[in-house]
């Protein structure tokens, strides 16, 4: 370390490089007092330039009633909603074109049935999913719309009705039956019940039934009416496919009794009043897009 003795004034100078200390020593480790380099101070002052003009131009310093406003007049709101009327034209576009079409139409037109499908989902989500499941996979009592099992017919027009009008629902044109309550209103004895829920089982298990089982005699008269005769399902009354292995409260011969005791009588609402027309098309494409469409 070189110390200047002429003036008391002058900083030390680092021995080693020669330069000037700023005097700033941390535990025997000094600072040299370098200038910044020049590529530094140049990208400093154009950041000074660039801040002053951004000030002329857009808000910046807050003041007593809100900020300055900037030259351009630029707000982070009219941006969104200049974007947001964007995307509401382009929709409106689309929606409009869907709004005079038939499902089928929409179906047959690549660019509406890509914005359908789109929508669709999305719509799907946000009001069926509470029911139906996020991938509309269903669950006890509420259908699985992925799969080819239909209560009231996966066609897109089919699909269109149940979703605008429901099924069971408080709408007058609502998709509607009622299974009786064979047990509770006493129409057939436990035993009948009994026998026609083996039936029942028997027509997806190929289990073999009791030589006295009367459950096919029974089911022709009681049930066949609105399952089919040959318990196929009925799409007019919604009643499900028996024939299958897919059910809609459980496949046990429990769970059998228990509907012919109890009927659940499932409700799907109406959409119509809650959802614009365009809206229930897509999600009729979308559904229908699942893979069970017909
Ligand atoms: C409150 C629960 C609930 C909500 C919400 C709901 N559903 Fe349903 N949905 C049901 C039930 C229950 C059924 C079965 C009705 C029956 O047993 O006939 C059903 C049936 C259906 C069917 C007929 C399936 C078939 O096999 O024929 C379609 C299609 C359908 N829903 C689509 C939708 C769409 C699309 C939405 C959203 C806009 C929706 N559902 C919202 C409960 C619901
Ligand atoms: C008036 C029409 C009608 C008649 C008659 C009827 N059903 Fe049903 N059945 C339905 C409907 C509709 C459903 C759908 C579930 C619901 O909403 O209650 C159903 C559902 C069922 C289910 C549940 C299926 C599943 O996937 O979980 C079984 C089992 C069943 N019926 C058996 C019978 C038997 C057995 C008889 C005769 C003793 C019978 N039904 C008579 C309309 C009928």
Same mark, same amino acid.
């Given at each position: 370390?070189v110390?200047?003795?002429k003036?008391?004034?002058a900083?030390?100078?680092d021995?080693?490089?020669g330069?000037e200390t700023?005097?700033h020593?941390?535990?025997?480790i000094?600072?040299?007092?370098?200038p910044?380099?020049?590529?530094w101070l140049?990208?400093?002052?154009v950041c000074c330039?660039?801040?002053?003009?951004?000030?002329?131009?857009?808000?910046?310093?807050?003041t007593?009633s809100?900020n300055?406003?900037g030259?351009k007049?630029?707000?982070?709101?009219?941006?969104? &909603?200049?974007s947001? &009327?964007?995307?509401?034209?382009r929709?409106g576009e689309f929606? &409009?074109?869907i709004?005079?079409?038939t499902?089928e139409e929409?179906?047959?037109?690549?660019?509406l049935?890509?914005?359908?499908l789109a929508?669709g989902?999305? %719509?799907?989500k946000e009001?069926c &999913?509470?029911c139906h499941?996020?991938g *509309?996979?269903g669950g006890?009592?509420y259908?699985?719309?992925?799969?080819?099992?239909?209560?009231w017919g996966g066609?897109?027009?089919?699909?269109?009705?149940?979703?605008?009008f429901g *099924?069971?629902?408080t709408?007058e044109q609502?998709?509607?039956?009622? %299974?009786? *309550?064979?047990g509770?209103e006493? %129409?057939?004895?436990p035993a009948?019940?009994a026998q026609?829920?083996?039936y029942v089982?028997?027509?997806?298990?190929k289990?073999e #039934?009791a *030589?006295d089982?009367k459950?096919?005699?029974?089911?022709?008269?009681?049930?066949a009416?609105?399952?089919?005769?040959d318990?196929k399902?009925?799409?007019e009354?919604?009643a499900p496919?028996?024939?299958?292995?897919i059910?809609?409260y459980?496949?046990?011969?429990a769970?059998?009794i228990?509907?012919m005791?109890n009927p659940?009588h499932?409700? %799907?609402p109406a959409?119509?009043?809650? #959802?614009?027309?365009?809206?229930?098309k897509q999600l009729?494409?979308?559904?229908h897009?699942?893979g069970?469409?017909?």
């Amino acid at each position: 370390m070189v110390t200047n003795d002429k003036d008391p004034h002058a900083k030390e100078r680092d021995a080693f490089s020669g330069v000037e200390t700023t005097g700033h020593e941390w535990d025997g480790i000094k600072e040299l007092n370098n200038p910044a380099p020049r590529w530094w101070l140049w990208v400093f002052f154009v950041c000074c330039v660039w801040a002053a003009g951004y000030w002329v131009f857009y808000p910046a310093w807050p003041t007593l009633s809100g900020n300055t406003k900037g030259s351009k007049n630029w707000t982070s709101h009219t941006e969104l &909603a200049a974007s947001q &009327a964007e995307i509401t034209a382009r929709r409106g576009e689309f929606a &409009a074109q869907i709004q005079g079409k038939t499902v089928e139409e929409i179906k047959n037109s690549p660019e509406l049935y890509q914005f359908a499908l789109a929508g669709g989902k999305t %719509m799907f989500k946000e009001n069926c &999913a509470a029911c139906h499941g996020t991938g *509309a996979a269903g669950g006890n009592g509420y259908p699985n719309l992925n799969d080819d099992d239909w209560l009231w017919g996966g066609k897109l027009e089919d699909i269109y009705t149940t979703i605008k009008f429901g *099924a069971r629902s408080t709408h007058e044109q609502t998709r509607t039956s009622q %299974m009786p *309550a064979f047990g509770k209103e006493a %129409m057939l004895k436990p035993a009948e019940i009994a026998q026609v829920a083996d039936y029942v089982l028997s027509l997806s298990s190929k289990a073999e #039934l009791a *030589a006295d089982n009367k459950g096919a005699e029974i089911f022709k008269t009681n049930c066949a009416a609105c399952h089919g005769a040959d318990g196929k399902g009925g799409r007019e009354f919604g009643a499900p496919n028996l024939a299958d292995a897919i059910w809609l409260y459980g496949g046990s011969k429990a769970e059998i009794i228990a509907q012919m005791n109890n009927p659940r009588h499932g409700v %799907m609402p109406a959409w119509e009043a809650r #959802l614009p027309d365009d809206t229930i098309k897509q999600l009729a494409v979308y559904v229908h897009s699942l893979g069970g469409g017909e």
